[in-house]
Every structure is written in C-alpha cells, then in structure tokens.
C-alpha cells in the first residue's frame, strides 16, 4: 500500500517547516510527499528545497485555489508514484507518531471505508479539541461546524464512527479519488470543497470514518476582526448556496430561504454595517448574483489544467 502525501502551500514558510518537520519524523509506514505552492512570494519553495532536499517541491506562479490545487496536486503524485492512497494535509499541522498508520488501518479492515479523517487538537492549547469527529451541518442556520468544537479532550470522541471528513488531515482511496473527479472546482478559491466531496463519496455507497487514534494539532486561522473582504463575503454566499442546493434536503432548503437567509443576511449587514464595511455589502450581492445565474452543479468536477 503506497502513500502519498499532498500538501497546499501559500506564503506560510515557518509553518510549513514545522508540518514537514513532524511528517517526515514519522516511521513508518514509507510515503511520497508533494508540496504544491500556490505562488508563494515570501520563500517558502526555497527554504523547503533547503531544509528537506528529499521533499518533492512543485511551484506554480499563480494561487490556483484549494480544489484546483489540490487536484493538480492530487494528478502529479499519481503519474510519478502511483500511490493506492492520497493523505490530503493542511499545512499548518502538527502530527503525532503513528498518525499515517492510524489513518489507513480502518481501509484494511473494511472494504467499504473509502475515506479516513484524523482528530485535531488547537496547537495553541493541546488538551482542546479542534475536530473529534468531522463536520456538523445546519442548513437552517448556514453553519458548519466540527465535532467536538473546543472542549477539552477526555477520550468522549475516541471511537471511530462515519463522519462527514473535513479536509484538513484525511485520507482518501486514489481509486475513488478519481471515481468522483476529485474536489469540485465550483468551489474555487475555498470551501467547502472538502465537505462536498464528502458526501459525495458517502452517497456513492462508500463510508467516510474518523480515525480517533490518527492525531494532529491544528493552528487556527486568525478571526476576521477587520471584518469580511469582499472576495470573502462573495464567495462564502455563494459556495453555501451551491453546498445547500445539492446536500440539502428540500425541507431544509425551505427552512433556510424562509427563515435562515433573511435573518443571517441582516445580522451580517448589521454587523458589517457597525463597522463600516461596505466591502460585504457588495461582496453578499455579488454572491446572491452569482448564485443566481449559475447553473447546476456538477459539470466542473475534474481535475486543474
């Protein structure tokens, strides 16, 4: 059973050293690592190719996004190692000794397990969860939020269960990667192309499971205290509405535009507004627009030119 590792890099170079760092202090099982740099500026490829000259760096000058990225990355390691399984890792984790091993045991003992995902831990306090279970989704309340979310880890989250796998620090069969066209593309520059391919996964009759014993400490992104970009604001309102359009169920898509949008757009809007951010003004239009005049999903899951 090969392994390959795929790691997305954008201008973070200490933390990627540190993700590398506690990979490749891993013993076993043997695996393959990519960094794909999304056109980092700050010397990222460079300080990579110094420290660790064994890791396979590819740059590419531009930020193709997380599901081009990840899929041009993912079209890479196939073609130069033929791995049976892609360990999708962002680059700001920190992993535990047996965290490979413990994220493919669970393919080996049933054929039906077509994607692992790890628990994470907050970096920054050890003993606190970050994820103990995958994603929860209310539709109603156009929330995602993990299993677990902040409390302080006794062991209530170490069976293994099905999950809906975050990708952050999971690992998916390379055969059904390519069955589903990988991440979907609709979700370019972010999100929740994870989530989606998820379910995707779990609706072609395959289990996603979370694999407790897999552990990795996760540095949180900063909070937008600056409050939403545009760009943000625009494409979370649009990549929701796309998300719920084909997971939702049509209750809850009822329940979300009747209630759930309305009063989520106006608590946004009073928010923004208090601080002086027209920038997610425009941004929820142009979302709401894009929305609007998309067709259905589907027809851009594939692989990154």
Not at 6 to 26: F, K, V
């Amino acid at each position: 059973m090969k392994v390959a590792v795929i790691i997305l890099t954008l201008n973070q170079r200490e933390m990627t050293l540190q993700c590398l760092a506690s990979l490749l202090a891993l013993q076993e099982p043997s695996f393959d690592i990519l960094i794909w740099d999304n056109g980092s500026q700050d010397g990222t490829v460079e300080a990579i190719r110094q420290t660790f000259p064994e890791v396979l760096v590819h740059h590419h000058p531009v930020n193709l996004g997380v599901a081009s990225g990840r899929n041009a990355a993912a079209e890479l390691v196939i073609k130069l190692f033929n791995p049976t399984y892609l360990l999708f890792l962002d680059n700001d984790m920190v992993l535990e000794p047996n965290f490979v091993n413990a994220l493919l045991q669970p393919f080996s003992k049933d054929q039906n397990v077509g994607q692992t995902q790890a628990k994470l831990r907050f970096m920054h306090d050890r003993e606190r969860l970050n994820d103990g279970g995958g994603a929860q989704i209310n539709f109603l309340l156009w929330q995602i939020t993990p299993v677990g979310y902040g409390e302080l880890d006794h062991g209530q989250h170490d069976i293994a269960k099905k999950c809906i796998a975050c990708g952050g620090a999971m690992m998916v069969r390379t055969d059904l990667f390519q069955q589903l066209g990988g991440f979907d593309l609709t979700f370019d520059p972010f999100g929740p192309e994870d989530l989606d391919f998820s379910l995707r996964l779990q609706k072609a009759g395959y289990i996603a499971l979370y694999a407790p014993q897999a552990i990795a400490y996760h540095v949180v992104s900063h909070t937008f205290g600056a409050g939403y970009s545009e760009d943000y604001a625009r494409h979370k309102l649009r990549h929701w509405f796309l998300f719920m359009r084909r997971h939702a169920s049509p209750m809850q898509k009822f329940g979300f535009f009747l209630l759930g949008a309305p009063y989520l757009v106006i608590r946004v809007l009073i928010r923004e507004g208090q601080r002086g951010n027209l920038r997610a003004f425009r941004g929820l239009i142009r979302g709401l627009h894009d929305f609007c005049k998309s067709s259905p999903l589907a027809k851009k899951i594939g692989s990154s030119q």
